[in-house]
């Protein structure tokens, strides 16, 4: 695994074996620690880390990191049997090979320098940068965030990427799954690919090849990418530019892209984008009126739908009981959902979406 450096500290996800049983994630402090963690699982179960090492880890415990301090030098683009765009409604595999085979092929001219890996049921492109980006406040994050969205939305236009999961690349929270570790749902291993295999595999021939563990990396292009992010000057939310992001919904409820990228999905998102999570869908449940004027049957309601919303979204540490009690602290007290000069501050702001301006549906 060392096509990129490898820092730490970062975190692990830690599955159980057994139904029922939580996932959570584990700060592992240096390569023997990440060593065993791998060992121990790798070829039996799922094994997954952050994208990215830190610089600090958060006060008074310390054992998670500061997902405001990362060491951004590369960022991972998952191409998911999925139309992200509609929804996420299922494709057919050769749907989303063609997007890669297209990107690859794009890539492969421009001399850019990445990784291809197929994944079990779709891709992991990862893309060197030029530089390290080591931001130290949500509002640096959110910089990076946005001017990494800008630069992948060309791409998006240039070869309607739809199947490329929008809340993964350049999420600092986010974990991926280890390069040339075992998907366990899948029952096959990540594999590097060449150029041939991108262009001519069928998903048949990728299964056959992947049912073995695969070693090393396989080098694209030689020239590290540019992200042009205004380091180490303070820009404040009114300077970001507005970017394409795709809307997320459930049922008739339209929630903000930056909030849907950070909270909604399969996986372990840190506590904070969860409340904000609650806190929106509570503020939209009682039209964003004050909490005082909702009756009390219709707070216990809104209790129950936002619990529930949460328990579908595939959380790995999702417990009923705790999730409930919170998000009742949450309706009762009346949290409004957070502003777009908060979401950037601290770090989940994409970039001013159509809500922003109120060019885009009602919300």
């Given at each position: ?238 300077e970001i530019e507005t970017v394409d992001v795709a809307t997320t919904s459930l049922s008739d409820i339209h929630i903000l892209p930056c909030i849907a990228h950070s909270a909604m999905g399969e996986g372990n998102p840190p506590h904070r984008a969860r409340v904000f999570f609650a806190s929106y869908l509570a503020d939209r ?79």
């Amino acid at each position: 695994m060392s096509f990129v450096p490898i820092d730490f500290p970062r975190e692990v996800l830690v599955l159980s074996s057994i139904e029922g049983i939580m996932g959570y994630r584990l700060l592992v402090k240096n390569e023997k620690e990440l060593e065993s963690y791998w060992r121990g699982r790798n070829g039996s179960g799922n094994v997954f880390f952050t994208t990215y090492g830190y610089r600090g880890t958060q006060a008074p415990k310390h054992h998670r990191v500061n997902y405001d301090t990362p060491m951004i030098h590369h960022f991972v683009m998952d191409f998911d049997c999925k139309d992200f765009r509609n929804k996420g409604v299922e494709v057919p595999f050769e749907i989303p090979q063609q997007q890669v085979k297209d990107l690859h092929q794009y890539f492969i001219e421009e001399d850019i320098k990445h990784y291809v890996w197929f994944s079990g049921g779709g891709f992991h492109v990862w893309i060197m940068l030029d530089r390290t980006h080591t931001p130290s406040s949500g509002s640096a994050v959110s910089r990076i965030k946005h001017a990494g969205r800008k630069m992948v939305n060309e791409w998006h236009k240039m070869f309607n990427l739809r199947c490329n999961d929008p809340g993964v690349y350049f999420d600092t929270a986010r974990m991926i799954r280890i390069p040339n570790s075992y998907n366990a749902k899948r029952g096959c291993w990540m594999m590097p690919l060449t150029t041939t295999q991108i262009m001519e595999n069928t998903y048949e021939d990728f299964m056959e090849q992947s049912q073995d563990p695969h070693r090393g990396f396989i080098q694209h292009g030689n020239t590290s990418i540019k992200l042009n992010v205004k380091d180490n000057v303070e820009v404040s939310f009114g300077e970001i530019e507005t970017v394409d992001v795709a809307t997320t919904s459930l049922s008739d409820i339209h929630i903000l892209p930056c909030i849907a990228h950070s909270a909604m999905g399969e996986g372990n998102p840190p506590h904070r984008a969860r409340v904000f999570f609650a806190s929106y869908l509570a503020d939209r449940l009682r039209n964003f009126r004050p909490h005082y004027t909702v009756s009390d049957k219709s707070k216990r309601e809104h209790i129950q739908q936002i619990s529930q919303i949460c328990g579908q979204q595939g959380w790995v540490d999702y417990d009923p009981i705790r999730t409930e009690g919170q998000v009742a602290s949450i309706v009762t007290a009346g949290y409004s959902h957070p502003t777009c000069s908060t979401l950037y501050m601290e770090g989940f702001c994409l970039g001013k979406c159509k809500y922003y301006d109120g060019t885009g549906d009602e919300i």
